[in-house]
T-cell receptor
Framework: NAGVTQTPKFRVLKTGQSMTLLCAQD?????MYWYRQDPGMGLRLIHY???????AKGEVPDGYNVSRLKKQNFLLGLESAAPSQTSVYFC????FGAGNSPLHFGNGTRLTVT | GQQLNQSPQSMFIQEGEDVSMNCTSS?????WLWYKQDPGEGPVLLIA?????ELTSNGRLTAQFGITRKDSFLNISASIPSDVGIYFC???????????FGTGTLLAVQP
């Protein structure tokens, strides 16, 4: 039982390049989330999904897109990376919504945009 | 947007000391959660609080949901080196009905 798995663990991009971060969970959770973590700012929600085929914007969605084609996977895309997107990205999942069941987090992807 | 003010930002203590940290908000929340993040890993849930005034323990950890529903605190008794990490509070509900995280408290424990 792997829980929540994020790939890659590290990535360096040049400004303007694109990439996709993959999140996979094997707990049959309905809800999945993408957060970014920056020093002194805690975790901020980028996008989330309440089930397969659905996505919704979080607190800081600009510059990111997501897709949830399969229940177990939640992809985060950066179409044209900017230095402001340098951050640590965490994926999480939960069986019910965030207020009713605990979030299970992956170990993060550290992204640097130069 | 909604903000959670978490304090202190960091703490450097000796092994065996007790620790206290808290979160306050201008908004009311229906649920308060406390997570811990070990270095290089994602946050892990420590304690969940669902009712105003609720006091819950998990081993050496004790957390309370404030009566006003606008604050929560976490206490750690007799700290040990493996308590090192970043502790986050999170509130659910409020004006946006979303989970909002605090800015974190970095805890360092000197053996």
């Amino acid at each position: 039982n792997a829980g929540v798995t994020q790939t890659p663990k590290f990535r360096v991009l040049k400004t303007g390049q694109s990439m996709t971060l993959l999140c996979a969970q094997d707990m049959n959770h309905e809800y999945m989330y993408w957060y970014r973590q920056d020093p002194g700012m805690g975790l901020r929600l980028i996008h989330y999904s309440v089930g397969e085929g659905t996505t919704a914007k979080g607190e800081v969605p600009d510059g990111y897109n997501v897709s949830r084609l399969k229940k177990q996977n939640f992809l985060l895309g950066l179409e044209s990376a900017a230095p402001s997107q340098t951050s640590v990205y965490f994926c999480a999942s939960s069986y019910f919504g965030a207020g009713n069941s605990p979030l299970h987090f992956g170990n993060g992807t550290r992204l640097t945009v130069t | 947007g909604q903000q959670l003010n978490q304090s202190p930002q960091s703490m450097f203590i000796q092994e065996g000391e007790d620790v206290s940290m808290n979160c306050t908000s201008s908004s009311i929340f229906n649920t308060w959660l406390w997570y811990k993040q070990d270095p290089g890993e994602g946050p892990v849930l420590l304690i969940a609080l669902y009712k105003a005034g609720e006091l819950t323990s998990n081993g050496r950890l004790t957390a309370q949901f404030g009566i006003t529903r606008k604050d929560s605190f976490l206490n750690i008794s007799a700290s040990i080196p493996s308590d090192v990490g970043i502790y986050f509070c999170a509130g659910y509900g409020g004006a946006t009905n979303k989970l909002i995280f605090g800015t974190g408290t970095l805890l360092a424990v000197q053996p």
